[in-house]
């Protein structure tokens, strides 16, 4: 079904695990400014989702509560506005929780073994060994809830999210099947471009990742991102001498530049080309250093990331706000979830102490 107003909701979230970087901003945050910004959806909702952080960090419950702010900072720094998006913090939304344990009854544990991007997690954090945690293999199922319980039509996600959002498709449309028409199908919306689907790591790596020390983070300052980049951004092994023709393809500082540079940043800061193709064609003819290009780009990063550092610093002098806007975000999310658990408890009619109208329906079966 749809909501009941054919309204354009969008839910998406992250795990507060760490501080987010340049490829969340490519991937993700930058969109979600945008949409909120387009005003075309009725709601836009976010979710720090600390419950599934804990899924593979239950002894670490700490880490989990101090990036809580890490993430709302970095939210809030690059553009989010919490008069127009609502950010919320899962654990603190009790129906999430119900609604996923009904939901379990409604997935085989054999579907959930077949989940790639969970199989992926597993081996990469040793569970086969160690031992899985069952809520972690289970977590695709409180997502499910996460999606349902906002009645979201969209969920803007990386592509490798994009088994969640199938798993929470099966799931409502069992649930409808079950019990009648309860729940909105959500739709994946995933980025447009391969820069924005990944940002490689400074070092070409695949991705960018806490644990490779490859991150340029959204809250970095101007010295540590010129480091970054000077100090391990690959330059072209064929391109050892200035004069030698040069590679762009696969060359992380032509990457980052496709990803970043305008053509104002060129009339800004390198007017010796009108665009980023001239500079490439320079590059792969031969005669351009590896310098210019590098100094090019970390005065790119450093004019999109200065606004963004700025604005943190001003939350970050300001927690009390920040707290103030996360727990009404989080108050005003209580409802809204709240409201589907009722929904879904009358949809299984396990709503058993809403009215007393299952008395006479006790009655007749006791006659
Ligand atoms: N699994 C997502 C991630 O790791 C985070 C997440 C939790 C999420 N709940 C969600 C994303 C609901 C979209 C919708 O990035």
């Known amino acids: ?11 998406t979230g992250d795990r507060p695990t760490g501080r987010l970087h340049l490829g969340h901003y490519v991937g993700s945050l930058k969109r979600r400014v945008e949409l909120q910004n387009s005003r075309k959806f009725d709601e836009i909702n976010i979710l720090i989702a600390d419950d599934q ?19 709302v900072l970095d939210y809030l720094s690059v553009g989010l506005d919490p008069e127009k998006t609502t950010i919320c913090v899962q654990s603190q939304l009790p129906a999430l929780h119900a609604l996923t344990f009904y ?22 954090r040793g569970f086969a060994d160690e031992g899985l945690p069952a809520g972690f293999f289970a977590y695709p199922v409180s997502q499910a809830a996460d999606i349902t319980a ?8 990386g592509e490798d999210q994009l088994p969640m959002i199938e798993q929470t ?35 070409g790596k695949a991705k960018m990742s806490k ?47 496709d990803a970043f540079a305008t053509d104002e940043d060129f009339s800004l800061f390198l007017p010796e080309y ?52 996360i727990k009404a975000g989080t108050e005003k999310a209580r409802e809204k979830t709240n409201a589907t658990l009722a929904r879904v408890q ?3 009619r396990i709503d058993y102490f809403k009215d007393r109208s299952i008395i006479g329906e006790w009655k007749d079966l006791l006659k």
């Open 103 to 124: 939901y379990m009854n409604l997935v085989s544990t054999a579907r959930l073994s077949r989940n790639p991007t969970v199989k992926a997690e597993i081996a990469m």
């Open 346 to 348: 009358k949809a299984m």
């Open 211 to 257: 644990s490779l020390g490859n991150c340029i983070y959204l809250s970095d300052d101007a010295k540590t991102i010129k480091k970054q980049v000077n100090g391990k951004m690959f330059t072209d092994p064929t391109h050892l001498r200035i004069e030698d023709p040069g590679h762009t393809e696969g060359n992380v500082v032509f990457t980052y530049l």
């Open 274 to 325: 009108a665009n980023l193709e001239e500079l490439k064609a320079h590059y792969r003819r031969g005669g351009l250093g590896d310098g210019t290009c590098k100094k090019f780009l970390i005065s790119v990063l450093d004019k999109n990331l200065s606004p963004i550092r700025e604005e943190r610093a001003k939350w970050a002098a300001d927690i009390d706000s920040v707290y103030d806007i």
């Open 150 to 157: 906002f009645d979201a039509t969209v969920v803007p996600v």
């Open 1 to 11: 079904m749809d909501n009941k107003e054919n309204k354009q909701i969008i839910l």
């Open 169 to 203: 498709r099966e799931i409502v449309e069992k649930f409808n099947r079950t019990y009648g028409e309860t729940l909105v199908l959500p739709q994946a919306m995933i980025p447009e471009n391969e820069t924005q689907r990944r940002l490689p790591g400074v070092d």
């Open 53 to 71: 952080a804990l899924t593979d960090n239950a002894d670490n419950p700490g880490k989990i509560r101090d990036n809580i702010i890490n993430v």
